[in-house]
Nanobody, 126 residues
Framework: QLQLVESGGGLVQPGGSLRLSCAASGFALRAYAIGWFRQAPGKEREGISCISSSGGSTGYADSVKGRFTISRDNAKNTVYLQMNSLKPEDTAIYYC???????????????????WGQGTLVTVSS
């Protein structure tokens, strides 16, 4: 059963940084493109970044481009999201999800597998 667990969220001041982790349980992450999504209070979940199965291709939504970096360590079965220059509008619950294919479509995984975890809360506030 495909299971992804997010961690690394917390409270950070504007301009600060956090690194989120997405760990796979029960399956090998290396075969899948992985995307990061977020859901802010009162808003729909949105995709923000994707990395292909090999890590050779990445994509970012305009809202995070230049500030966030997605990476993966297939040996550790983990995908990361380095978030720098955080803004209050980045406050959200962050989720990761696998696509059923190895490639991304822009900044989204293709055919997202809806096995959503609990997410990790990021709060950007002074």
């Amino acid at each position: 059963q495909l299971q992804l667990v997010e961690s690394g969220g917390g409270l950070v001041q504007p301009g600060g940084s956090l690194r989120l982790s997405c760990a796979a349980s029960g399956f090998a992450l290396r075969a899948y493109a992985i995307g990061w999504f977020r859901q802010a209070p009162g808003k729909e979940r949105e995709g923000i970044s994707c990395i292909s199965s090999s890590g050779g291709s990445t994509g970012y939504a305009d809202s995070v481009k230049g500030r966030f970096t997605i990476s993966r360590d297939n040996a550790k079965n983990t995908v990361y999201l380095q978030m720098n220059s955080l803004k209050p509008e980045d406050t959200a619950i962050y989720y990761c999800a696998a696509g059923s294919l190895a490639a991304c479509s822009g900044y989204m995984p293709r055919d997202v597998i809806p096995a959503w975890g609990q997410g990790t809360l990021v709060t950007v506030s002074s």
